[in-house]
């Protein structure tokens, strides 16, 4: 099962978004977002990308073949454009999607851009991320504002997870 989300820029009222299909939970896509993608020149180019599989730490260049990429641990993948890099990489023909099937989408509606489990916006203006989700009935508040406070990450995720993953949960996101 994946956990699906939205990634955006927010920039002079409009909102420029992709879908990313795995792992877009707070501790994983918040916090490599958070951490990695921490100004806009750097979230239009992972944006600019159109829809991915998964979003890593830095934007893919070097690997000549999926499987290249997806057999390095993944502190060492960098993010790619996955299901439509046929171009690049022979053995994702299987997933031949065209340019405007992944392109990013431009709205001034929020309301389009929330609706997956996770949404992330980088507003271009505050210079900073803006976090919504499906469990909060997508209010959207200050990414480093809940990863920094464990009553929120409580009341908000709490019941997300196992009793025994909680401790790990909040040591990720405090520490981000």
Known sequence: MSTRGHVAVKENGEYTY???HSDSYIEGLGITLFKHYNNAELVRALVGLGNTS???NT?????TSYREHINRDREERGTVANFRDSQRWADLRDYD???DECKP???DNINEVLGEAFTYIYDVDASKWLIACDEDHYRVR???TVLHSKELLESLF???YIKEYLPEFYEKCLSA
């Open 54 to 56: 998964s979003i890593y």
């Open 18 to 20: 992709i879908y990313n």
């Open 158 to 160: 709490s019941e997300r």
């Open 59 to 63: 934007i893919e260049n070097t690997a």
């Open 142 to 144: 200050d990414l480093e």
């Open 105 to 107: 989408i431009v709205t």
């Open 97 to 99: 999607l065209t340019w």
